[in-house]
């Protein structure tokens, strides 16, 4: 038997058949020639799927609370994409989240992890490309849980309609959002594990700073959970499906997904740029900016200077 084209792919997928779904979500994850020619196709019939980030520390509840989200968000083929920071290695971590969402999760979920295995230029994205993915198959919502550290986490995060940040009670735990500049990015904030102490301390420090730094005509409401007992979470969900009808009526669902786009292509040009910018380096011949910077010569800002004028002219295209 012959390997199923493209086209025969997507419609399979579009039917709700898992392998093949499976399939296009490992090509875009190479992001080789392939993953091109899948992401266009994606992209023509994406933009239907409502996009759900939930972000936050390693082990503050992130994969119990998607897994209960999905669950009761009630909708026909909702599916979540797990970005597993860890590299390919420590795989458990991968399998420990599978099961624990399982465990809550009902089987017309559809679950992905994404492994980013430090390529963290590459998860920008590869990310955006397997929620067309899904998106074209005709998944909703489509859940991103991300952890929340460094800067290209939270970028990722926030390529979401709907952002979900989660912290934990604890002293200092909404300041550590806050330095991690996930207090920008949510839409809606949770404390889990409200079962354990302080729990309302915690909203009241996210309130204190949400009263400093709060602007726009949404102000992000704080959902205490106890994910583990799915307490809460329809509440969760109540408040992601009113930040979707603000989305729709205020305009600014089309203003985020155009800014996300711009930042894609962005993100494209400078990974494409750094590629070229190698190659240039590793090509020139004879008496070549390297050789004279290995010399002494030329300085690395002086040899940059030189080939990126090789690479781009010095002004922008006119209109
Ligand atoms: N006590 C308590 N434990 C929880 C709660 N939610 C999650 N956990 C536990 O916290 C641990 C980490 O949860 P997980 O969902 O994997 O967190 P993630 O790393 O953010 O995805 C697991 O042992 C969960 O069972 C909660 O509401 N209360
Ligand atoms: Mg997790």
């Given at each position: 038997m012959s390997a199923p084209s493209l086209d025969e792919l997507f419609e399979s997928a579009r039917t709700g058949n898992r392998r093949a779904l499976g399939r296009l979500l490992t090509l875009v994850e190479r992001q080789d020639d392939n993953a091109v020619i899948v992401s266009e196709r994606a992209h023509r019939d994406a933009g239907q799927a409502r996009v759900i980030g939930v972000t936050g520390a390693?082990?503050?509840?992130k994969s119990t609370i998607t897994g209960r989200l999905a669950a009761v968000s009630g909708a026909a083929r909702p599916a979540i994409l797990a970005i597993d920071p860890s590299s390919p290695l420590t795989g458990g971590a991968i399998l420990g989240d599978r099961i624990r969402m399982d465990n809550n999760v009902s089987s017309s979920t559809f679950i992905r992890s994404m492994a980013t295995r430090g390529h963290a230029g590459g998860l920008a994205v590869a990310v955006p490309d397997a929620v067309r993915v899904l998106d074209a198959a005709g998944c909703d919502p489509i859940i991103v849980e991300t952890v929340g550290v460094g800067q290209v986490e939270v970028t990722v995060a926030a390529a979401a309609d709907t952002t979900v940040v989660v912290v934990t009670p604890g002293w200092g735990d909404a300041v550590q959002a806050n330095k991690a500049g996930l207090l920008e990015v949510a839409d809606i904030f949770v404390v889990n594990k409200?079962?354990?102490?302080?729990a309302r301390g915690a909203r009241r420090d996210l309130e204190l700073m949400l009263d400093l730094g709060h602007q726009g005509d949404w102000r992000a409401p704080i959902v205490l959970t106890t994910a583990t007992e799915g307490e809460g979470i329809d509440d969760l969900w109540s408040e992601i499906e009113r930040h979707t009808s603000y989305l729709h009526h205020s305009g600014e669902l089309i203003r985020r997904r155009c800014r996300r786009r711009r930042s894609e292509v962005a993100d494209r040009i400078e990974l494409g740029l750094r590629d070229r910018a190698l190659r240039i380096i590793d090509h020139q011949?004879?008496?070549?900016a390297m050789v004279r910077v290995e010399r002494h010569e030329l300085s690395p800002a002086a040899a940059a200077e030189q080939l990126l004028a090789t690479l781009i002219p010095d002004n922008p295209p006119k209109e």
């Open positions: 390693p082990g503050s509840g409200a079962d354990r102490p302080d011949s004879g008496e070549s």
